[in-house]
């Protein structure tokens, strides 16, 4: 008969990564993100500057209405504020039946209040627009300004 021997504990195989493992996956995603990320990006961009053109429509549709009402345009102090607060004038208050915008006057979609003057744009009675997502005046691509501009 022969003797069995002691049989050593086995050692258990590693449930865990590598570094070699973890350093390849994050190698790869490092790539996808470098191949994604900018369209991502550029359609975020896109999505912001068809939201500040959709929020022109809106409040020109809201102004004019108001004008409608009131019979003109809220002055360069009144401002778009007009939409949502009553006119001091009481006259011009018994005619105001607003407040023309629900949740009050947005930003643009980069955080910029809308330019509002009663001067002419065009074919409309007033100029609106957002500066773009520089916050200043002129600009190209996703800085330009969006909206009624202002006549040259």
Known sequence: ?????????????????????????????????????????????????????????????????????????????????????PPADPALGKRWQGPYLEDGVPQDPWGNPYQYSPRPSGHHSFTLYSFGADGRAGGEGNDADIGQLPDS
């Open 1 to 85: 008969m022969r003797k069995r021997l002691p049989t050593l504990p086995r050692r258990r195989a590693s449930a865990g990564f590598t570094l070699l493992e973890m350093i390849v996956v994050l190698v790869i995603i490092g790539l996808i993100m470098g191949l994604v990320g900018p369209r991502l990006f550029s359609q975020a961009d896109r999505a912001k500057t068809q939201t500040a053109e959709t929020q022109v429509r809106m409040l020109r549709g809201a102004l004019e209405t108001m004008r409608l009402d009131i019979g003109r345009v809220p002055t360069q102090a009144e401002g778009l504020q007009l939409l949502v607060d």
